[in-house]
């Protein structure tokens, strides 16, 4: 069994680490697939509860999920492999053998809120409303599904000296930055925000998926600076998941500005 022997010199932490989880005859279960599970499950079991505040319909809501789950997978492989295209345009089969890794984050969340918005829709619900409990379900599973990648050994950044570099077989035995840790920590602190303080007011309307957008779209337009895995545009020197979130970074600031004055002026005509 695969194992990497990893390390946090900075900080004095070793450990071995496998990603293989445990084998059932000449069938393996990885860690990567167990922990985005759990992340799956606990990030539903929160949404569902949070749909009672939004007041969103509990069996629908599930609805989405369910179709969500579906599309997300389909999405998150559609967009690794559109832009990693000279990987698989000589072996067009390989594109189905997601087993092998290849996965996107950003290509499970646009697939995630395409079908379930789209089921939202059929089954004539209000999306924002949607859209708020949703976020808080995105960074829970973001959160702790980053740490498959860590049991991988894979998502990690370029070369560094800081206290908490990470050193292992694959980063070529030198401190890099771990990237995953980044963003991991990031979206339980925004997870946070928005449970603890956020959730304070009554009631929302897609202020929390606005937050969201420029939140971790701040965080990933930095980190992905950083990582040395990352996707390209093929026409372009320019990392495709970093120019999508400085987008969804300003979108979310402008988003919620503009949401703002839409307050304000119907509170001003309120008083007349």
């Given amino acids: 069994m695969e194992k990497y022997h990893v390390s946090f010199p900075g900080v004095g932490l070793e450990l071995d680490v496998s990603p293989v989880a445990f084998t059932v005859g000449s069938f393996s279960v990885y860690w990567y697939g167990v922990i985005i599970a759990v992340g799956f ?3 539903v079991a929160y949404c569902m509860r949070a749909a009672k505040k939004h007041e969103v319909n509990e069996d629908k809501l599930l609805n989405c999920v369910i179709v969500g789950l579906i599309t997300a997978v389909i999405g998150a492989r559609a967009y690794y492999v559109a832009f990693s295209w000279e990987h698989f345009k000589g072996n067009i089969a390989s594109i189905v053998n997601i087993h092998e890794g290849g996965l996107a984050i950003y290509g499970g969340l646009i ?16 999306l924002l409303p949607i859209l708020d409990v949703a976020v808080s379900g995105f960074l829970i599973g973001q959160g702790i599904g980053r740490w498959g990648n860590f049991m991988n ?10 206290p908490w570099r990470m050193v292992s077989e694959n980063t070529g035995g030198v ?20 449970h ?46 970093q120019l999508l979130s400085f987008v969804l970074f300003i979108a979310g600031i ?3 500005i503009v949401n703002g004055m839409n307050k304000s002026k119907k509170e001003s005509a309120a008083k007349l």
Wanted: glycine share 10%; hydrophobic share 50%.
């Fill in 41 to 43: 499950i606990l990030a």
């Fill in 111 to 126: 697939g995630a809120l395409l079908g379930g918005l789209i089921t939202a829709k059929i089954q004539k619900m209000e």
């Fill in 153 to 162: 050994q894979e998502a990690f950044g370029s070369q560094t000296d800081l």
């Fill in 175 to 194: 401190g890099v930055h771990p990237c995953f840790l980044y963003e991991s920590l990031w979206c339980l602190l925004g997870f946070a925000l928005i």
């Fill in 196 to 241: 603890f303080v956020f959730s304070k007011r009554q009631s929302f309307k897609g202020q929390l998926f606005y937050i969201y957008l420029a939140w971790y779209g701040f965080e990933r337009m930095l980190v992905e600076g950083l990582r040395a895995d990352s996707l390209y545009l093929p026409f372009a020197n320019i990392r495709v998941s």
């Fill in 254 to 256: 402008v988003l919620l």
